[in-house]
């Protein structure tokens, strides 16, 4: 009885091990940031609600993401040419030196002189970020958005092999000519099971892309009090079938 309670006690020393192996390895692994920011008509940057609330979004998302030498930050503008829009390019550089032979003191310095390093490169990348922000597309890119051209920056984004996050600041309006495309600004879902119906149909054609199963997250331009004519919930319903159906880890809005 007591060789068999050892043998117990063993396998769950090797699973708790193993588990905090993999949790270890899955904090230590690169993040890649995808962020599309919408430059059509329909998103106007200039509201001081928009404005506020983006601002201070993409200063919580370098701070969770940027963690380390190796995680990248792109950033997409969201038009008519998606997919060919990108504006930002990051790769953070501040690395945390070896300090497994140390003593406690010369650590804690290293660590200290990591943590000043790693927050001023953070402020830089945040400038640069606020700075596509806040730029202005006047061009005629700006009458469609075309969401679905997203979808093959993110599958080469998963090529990385890194945890990808997808981050949409945009109302979410897909609006492309075409009878083969949506077109949410002339024609919008009804309702939720129209929403969920078009958005497994589009999968079909969407499927192509291997996106993996990154997190992705909607943040939407409308305030709390604003009208369903608006802020139409069947729309944010459509990407959270689309982009479930084509693997997506996590789908969420904000």
């Not at 995808?34 to 329909?42: G, Q």
């Not at 200290?112 to 390093?117: H, N, R, Y």
């Not at 080469?156 to 009878?179: H, P």
Request: proline share 3%; charged share 25%; aromatic share 8%.
């Amino acid at each position: 009885m007591i060789k068999y309670i050892a043998f117990f006690i063993l396998l769950l020393l090797s699973a708790c091990s193993s588990d905090g192996n993999k949790t270890k390895a899955r904090i230590n692994e690169p993040i890649y940031t995808l962020i599309f920011l919408d430059k059509t008509r329909s998103v106007n940057i200039n509201n001081a609600f928009v404005s506020q609330k983006y601002q201070h979004v993409l200063s919580d998302i370098i701070e969770q993401n940027i963690r380390q030498k190796g995680d990248k930050l792109e950033v997409y503008f969201i038009h008519e040419n998606t997919s060919k829009a990108r504006a930002l390019n990051l790769t953070a550089r501040t690395e945390m030196e070896d300090v497994s032979a140390a003593s406690a003191t010369d650590r804690e310095a290293a660590e200290t002189e990591f943590d000043m390093a790693l927050t001023r490169e953070k402020t830089q990348i945040r400038q640069r970020v606020l700075q596509q922000l806040s730029a202005q597309n006047a061009g005629s890119s700006n009458q469609e958005t075309d969401i679905w051209a997203s979808l093959p920056v993110i599958a080469k984004a998963n090529e990385s092999g890194a945890m990808v996050k997808v981050y949409y600041l945009s109302d979410m309006i897909e609006s492309v000519k075409g009878n083969d495309r949506r077109d949410f600004q002339i024609t919008p879902p009804k309702n939720n099971a129209q929403a969920d119906e078009w958005a497994k149909t589009d999968v079909g054609q969407l499927k192509r892309y291997t996106i993996g199963s990154p997190d992705i997250t909607m943040i939407l331009p409308f305030e709390p009090n604003a009208s369903v004519k608006e802020n139409n919930p069947a729309v944010t319903q459509y990407w959270q079938t689309l982009f479930s159906n084509l693997g997506a880890g996590t789908v969420s809005e904000e």
